[in-house]
């Protein structure tokens, strides 16, 4: 024992100067956190360049889509008048804006199918040969290193109208192929050299993640279920599901947005009637036909469609996605 | 329940690695076998070629009747139990333990009813909906029991099951399995470098050194009659003491003592000594310079030199470092092993104390 007195009263509040002046130097009720900084202010300091960044480059440019798509512009920058609604009304009413719309969904839903489901396959198949192997791996990723900027243009070459491989094929079969004039022709080369291009990447996040499932607990499903397609349906996928679903949303936001540049490509310059997205329409109205007005209407939509369908992925597929 | 048969069963790895060779085991039915030796010595393969997730190059592996070497994992109507327990992080503790038989088309009825059993008896009942994250070390441990026990295998295969558990609970675990396999009778094939664990839980002992059975046999047998330098200093702990001795004349000298008479060709010898079979004498004996002392609580461990050999003493003495003690030990319980093989020497030693 010893006989240090207690103390008579428990501790004060501190005051609302100690509080502020606690804050500023960025003291918090738990010491732990605090980190290195000394200073309340330097993190800010820090992280300025980067919130610049987004504002000067999203923020803003948001904002102004928004302003100028309650008016319609004069086509020579002259001046511009306040229309309300009417551009949204014009796009939403517009069958040619459906029609966008409704491939832009298509496209979208083959195009992450068939890449998602490719990736895997692929992938699964990889698995078996390379496990453990580490210069197989390193080898087929090197192959993707090299390939996504060189994708685009081969597949390009590949469609070609006088000299493309898939045009003769095609004609083999007696179909002649009209890439950029046949509206069905030039979605199938879309959607080819979309999901072609997209591959790769799946396969890679599906290949490390199928490694990243332990051994033991493959073994111990080989112990338990005699069938192959068991054990990847009740295990294996299971335990690839965050995986899947990181991808499914690069995958969505990749066919909106990524596959512009193959769109502009096949389509450029072509007689009308192709297909398109709505990014490439945003793009066409805009700076083609000079609807500055219009085509910002159409990308605020395009953002809220985006904004919903990110809530929507996240509040119901992300809850039955299995965290390890 | 069954027989498990081993002939001949050799393995080597794609590359050339010679991993386990020439193994024969008869396991009868619901003998409780531990393959102990020391790591890498090929244990787990072994282990894994009767579970089928290694496939078997030589020889041939019976379980019952049937001939398994060409069969799936699946087919072999074995249950596992990994060290890091592999359950599936996914699933819930039920779902875990029913997989396998959901798998063999077993009527639900019974699903649940053997589900529940194995909970009752492992008391993981207040678990059955948790995931495998949720619980402790201890509990997935028997967690990863219950989903052998629920599928009434033929036999179970345990990879160092116990070996991720802290010292306090690797013991009451040791018991629970032994406890629980008693109780069921299934035919076991346990793996573990921890030769104690190998003592407690085995029916017989398999010791492997290098892909090679050294000796099978009960735990005492092994322990009283190790087969060779290898199993003597592996088995028992403090571990043997082996000394260089020789033969003279029908005599074992150790540094120039006598020790007993021996019927053994002269030459040298390997002299095995377990400081547990050893003690103190006031006059007599061999002197032994004491180094450094382990203390143990119900006994301490004295370690020391004889000659310029070293050599440990179990005693309940007060002796400290630098004090010069003598010590002596029954004839009956030296052993005895070839200086150039390391393999046991049967001889009857026929002198019944210590130089003297
Ligand atoms: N896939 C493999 N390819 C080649 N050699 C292997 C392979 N797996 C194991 N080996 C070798 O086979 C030998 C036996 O390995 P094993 O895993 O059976 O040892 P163990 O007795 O279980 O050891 P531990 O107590 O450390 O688990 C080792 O020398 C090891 O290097
Ligand atoms: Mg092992």
Redesign the interface.
Known sequence: MTDTPLSAQGPTAPSFLHRLRDWWSGETANPVKRVQFGHGLTPWLFVLPQLAVVVIFFYWPSAQAVTSSFYIEDPFGFGSTFVGMENYADALGSKEYLSTAWFTAFFCVVVTALALGIGLLLAVKADKVIRGAESYKTLLISVYAIAPPVAGLIGMMFFDMHMGPFTRLFAFFGHELRVGVDYWDTTIALITISVWKQIPYNFIFFLSGLQSV?V??R?????????GW?RFK??TL??L?PTAFFLLIINITYTMFDTFPIIDVIVKDKPANNPMTLVYKVYLDGFKGNDIGGSSAQSVILMVVVAALTVLQFRFLERRV?Y? | MAELTLNAVGKTYSGGVKAVSGVDIQISDGEFIVLVGPSGCGKSTLLRMV???ETVTDGEIHIGSRLVNQL????RD???V???Y?????MTVRDNMA??LK?RRTPKAEIETRVAEAARMLELGQYLDRKP?ALSGGQRQRVAMG?AIVRQPAAFLFDEPLSNLDAKLRVSMRMEIRKLQQRLGTTSLYVTHDQLEAMTLADRLVVLNGGRVEQIGAPLEVYRKPASTFVAAFIGSPAMSLLDATVEGGRLMLEGHVLAEVDHKAGPVTLGLRAEDLRLVARGGVPMRVEYIEELGAHRVVHGMVGDQSLAVVDQGAEAPGDLIHIAADPARLHLFDAATGQRIDVRSRVGEFAR
């Open positions: 332990p033991s607990v073994e111990a499903a080989l112990i338990d279920a005699r069938s068991r009740d295990v299971p335990l599901a299995h390890g | 579970a089928g997730l799936d994992p699946a087919e074995i249950a596992m990994f060290q890091n592999a359950l599936y992080p996914h997989y396998g798998n994250r989903r």
